[in-house]
């Protein structure tokens, strides 16, 4: 299972971004989906999921400002980022469990996409 990335850049404080990631492969069901950020020098941290019932989790610090998505027919997830801060720049990877046509169960990253919010 291929996760595919995009929508990151640069963004000026306070502006907004949305980022995909598209899962392809021989799937056959995807659970959890969800969107990590790994700034310099720091773990990588969790930063939004959603369950396949449509639960979401959100990390404090960006609850109010980010809203994560998905389209279950097109086996994609997104996450809408809005009044960013200098704080959110890292590199976002997206992740993704379930199991394939063989009923294998996987968990999948993304390669990973850059957000830089700057003046």
């Known amino acids: 299972v291929q996760l595919v990335e995009s929508g990151g850049g640069w963004v000026q404080p306070g502006g907004s971004l949305r980022l995909s990631c598209a899962a392809s492969?021989?799937?056959?069901?995807?659970?959890?989906m969800g969107w990590y950020r790994q700034a310099p020098g720091k773990q990588r941290e969790l930063v939004a999921s959603?369950?396949?019932?449509?639960?979401?989790n959100y990390r404090d610090s960006v609850k109010g400002r980010f809203a994560i998505s998905r389209d279950n027919a097109k086996n994609t997830v997104y996450l809408q980022m809005n009044s960013l801060k200098p704080e959110d720049t890292a590199v976002y990877y997206c992740?993704?469990?379930?199991?394939?046509?063989?009923?294998?169960?996987?968990?999948?990253w993304g390669q990973g996409t850059q957000v830089t919010v700057s003046s």
């Open positions: 492969g021989m799937i056959s069901r995807v659970n959890s």
């Open positions: 959603i369950t396949s019932g449509d639960v979401k």
């Open positions: 992740n993704v469990d379930g199991a394939d046509d063989g009923l294998n169960a996987f968990q999948s």
